[in-house]
Structures are given as C-alpha cells and as structure tokens.
C-alpha cells in the first residue's frame, strides 16, 4: 500500500498538462477520451491536469458536489457524473473550489452563473449552462467509480482537460501515457512543416498504392 501511494505521488508530479490530449491519443484507446459535449464553458480556457476527486450527483440533485468541495484536495479536479435538468453549481461553489486550491470541474451536466465563474478564471468544463440549481436532498459515496462522457472515471485517475478534449489516464497507465505522449510531442515540436509534409505524403500516397487505389 505503501508502495502504490508513493507511486501516484510520484506519477502526479508528472507535468501532464504540458502536453495536450492530443498527443495522449498515441497512448491511450478511444474509449478513454470524453465525449465532445463535455467542453470548455468560457473562452481562452487553460489546460488542466490532476487527479480525478470523483464524485455521483442523483438526477436533479447537487448535495453530494458541494460536498466535495470541502473534501478534495489541492490539486484534485473534481470529476461529476450528473444530468443537464438542473445545475449543480453556480459561482459561489466554484469560487470556494477555487479558494480551495481545486484545479477545475468536469461534469457531465450543467452549471449556472457562469459570467461569474468566467470572470474568475475557474476552469469548468460541462455540457452547458441551465439557470435552475437542483436540491440537496440526495447522499452518495464520493470517490467512487462513476461515468463522465462516456468514460468510466476512477478516483485518481489523471485527467487532461484544454479545447481539445477530456483525457482520462487510469494511475496504472499514468507514466508510461506520459512518454509516450511526450515523445510525440517532442518529435512534432522537432519537425518543420515541409518535413511533415514530405514523410505525411509519403504514407499517403503509399497507403493508397497499397489499397489499389489509382488516379482517374
């Protein structure tokens, strides 16, 4: 135990968030990359990273997010499984996460007041904005496996969030999806556009050959 603990403290001192989901998508399946509809809720949005503080909202409640809030750790993103009736939070709980040290909010739902939320620079990222807060009438385990996007979310896993998309990275996978993503990065960062383009057409025009395509 001692051993895994020392190894996801290690593994989040990573910097993950140099590096764009992007790239993560030479180590990771599909199936570990959120839905589209999970975006960035204001413009100009940072990229984040951090360990997932899961946490499940009953349909039409919010108790057990503003829960979290008090529970996470600086550091955490807190990850939401929810619905999109009701807001499960509004300036007031994104400005005490943030006041708290929590990197951001990623919820499969929806939030309100978000020109507050814009102007303090809270990074959220939801399916959108509906004016009506739910209840808080509705207990649930927190740090629980839950689903967000489409991904099955577990309590420390990294999460990678900016404009391109969500990436879930579960804490085995965690370094080696780090260089993986990072030599990619690197050898991109490395070449000029017309080296691209010579190896790009290359592979193209080869794998067209290759397919018995030819030119009308």
Known sequence: MHDNKENLMSEQKLPFDSISPCEYADALPREQ??????????????????PAFTVKCEPGDHLMLHAAIYRASPGDIIVVQADDKFAVAGGNVCAIAQSRGIKGFVIDGVIRDLA???????PVFARGVVPKPGAKKCVAPLNQ???????TVNAGDIIVAD????????????ASAF???????????AMSLSQWQAQHSEKVESTLASLGFEDS
């Open 33 to 50: 990359f959120m839905d589209y509809v999970i975006k960035p809720l204001w413009q100009g949005m940072p990229r984040i990273s951090g």
């Open 116 to 122: 507050e939320t814009r102007e303090n620079k809270f």
């Open 145 to 151: 496996p839950i689903q967000c996007g489409g991904v």
């Open 163 to 174: 404009e391109e998309g969500i990436a879930v990275i579960q804490q085995a996978q965690a």
């Open 179 to 189: 260089e993986i993503a990072k030599a990619r990065a690197d050898k991109d960062e």
